[in-house]
């Protein structure tokens, strides 16, 4: 792709980082579900993770192609990027919709690693994909607010020092419209956690670090609150924006690092005399994943040019999702394929990062969702839901 020098700069400055951090150092944290947090902070220390926090508050100020491409690169180098995308998607919702206060009390903390914002909290069991449907509670009390609920599948909690929580202030059946009366804080995990806040984690497929989350009065300063009351799902919606083009540049990444090494090991193995990757029946597939990604490539770069030129970006945002977490999911089932019965073995990686990729087929929304936003928003097909 032709990219700028910046971008190509950046693409190789987390190449090299990454390269102090190889597979077997992700391997091992997949093995104990450990947390990568030498990594992390190497990324926060060599200014990456602060890309979206403005040069003003120590971060780089850069936009969400330069973001995605360090995630992109971090996926590609075998590595897991999962375990700390939060902090740029959420940072969104702080930087446009926070306080002068709040962005000068927390922006610097995050942008140095003294704080990390790795945690988004929406997702609800009574819920699911409905995020209208929440109804996790915060009851505003004099200069308080007391959180009242339950959340599940919520990421990085127990690694994080801050969280943005989506919480209902207004009932859903006093509202007009459903998207109305929801709020958005900025949790302060240290002093929540064992306060009226319980984690609970998860045992996942892979290394995700997910949890549920049980609010029992829990209280905190109204000045956790973003924004105005009740307006939260908007602020939260260009957040969800920033978090599917990112995750999309994601799984470009995987889709690159599976490309990448079932064709290097389909020239190399011999079988029956001859390098596999000889037999059509094995190059094809590779070819084929190669040319998807790169097709979904253009579209995750359309939906973060758009994004960083503050243009609407809902179609693109989810179509790129979608076609990214296509192509690195077949692009996975490709190369493991070729590698035979050594794809499922540990060492070669192939199996881990399989399990990492499925999850964007799901999570943080599943294909038939954005195939409902299509066909409902764009192509003015009947609501189905
Ligand atoms: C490992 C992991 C980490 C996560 N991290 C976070 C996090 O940090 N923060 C957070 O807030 N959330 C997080 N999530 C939650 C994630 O965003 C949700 O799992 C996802 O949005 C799907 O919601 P659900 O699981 O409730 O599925 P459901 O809404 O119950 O849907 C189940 C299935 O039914 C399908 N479906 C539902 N309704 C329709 C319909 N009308 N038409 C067609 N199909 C439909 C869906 O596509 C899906 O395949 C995480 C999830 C996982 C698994």
């Not at 915060?138 to 599948?153: F, S």
């Not at 892979?206 to 209280?219: C, I, Q, V, Y």
């Not at 905190?220 to 540049?249: H, K, Q, S, T, W």
Request: proline share 4%; glycine share 10%; net charge negative.
């Amino acid at each position: 792709m032709n990219e700028p020098d910046t971008i190509r700069e950046i693409r190789d400055a987390v190449a090299r980082l990454c390269s102090d951090f190889p597979g077997s150092y992700w391997r091992e944290l997949d093995a104990t579900r450990g947390y990568p947090d030498a990594f992390v902070r190497r990324l926060t220390e060599d200014g990456f993770l602060g890309a979206l926090i403005p040069e003003a508050y120590g971060g780089a100020g850069l936009g969400l192609t330069a973001a995605g491409v360090i995630l992109e690169e971090i996926a590609r180098s075998g590595g897991h990027p999962g375990a700390c995308h939060a902090q740029m998607y959420t940072m969104g919702t702080l930087l446009r919709h926070g306080s002068q206060a709040q962005k000068s009390a927390y922006l610097p903390g995050i942008a140095s690693g003294e704080l990390r914002l790795q945690a988004f909290g929406v997702t609800e069991p009574g819920a699911g994909t409905e995020t209208t449907a929440i109804r996790t509670f915060a009851e505003r009390r004099g200069d308080r607010y007391v959180i009242n609920g339950q959340k599940v599948w919520i990421s990085r909690v127990e690694h994080s020092d801050l969280m943005l929580l989506l919480a209902r202030t207004t009932p859903r059946d006093q509202v007009s419209r459903k998207t109305e009366g929801l709020s958005v804080f900025l949790v302060d995990l240290r002093e929540a956690a064992g306060n009226g806040l319980t984690v609970q984690p998860i045992e996942t497929m892979m290394n995700h670090h997910t949890t549920e989350l049980f609010f029992d009065d829990l209280s905190v300063p109204a000045d956790a609150l973003i924004g105005e009351e009740g307006r939260g799902f908007r602020y939260i919606l260009d957040g969800m924006n920033a978090e599917r083009i990112l995750i999309a540049f994601e799984c470009i990444g995987d889709a690159r690092f599976f490309i990448e090494h079932a064709s290097a090991y389909a020239s190399e193995r011999e079988v029956f005399g001859a390098p596999i990757g000889r037999n059509q029946g094995v190059q094809f597939p590779i070819a084929r994943a190669y040319a998807d990604m790169r097709a979904a490539e253009l579209m995750v770069h359309e939906a973060a040019g758009r994004f960083d030129a503050g243009e609407s970006c809902g179609a693109e945002a989810n179509m790129a999702k979608l076609l990214a977490a296509d192509c690195s999911w077949r692009a996975g089932d490709t190369c493991l394929q070729t590698h035979g019965g050594f794809g499922f073995a540990r060492e070669f990686d192939i199996e881990r990062k399989l399990r990492e990729t499925r999850l964007y087929q799901v999570a943080p929304v599943s294909t038939n969702l954005i195939l409902a936003y299509l066909s409902e928003h764009v192509l003015g097909m009947p609501r189905s839901f």
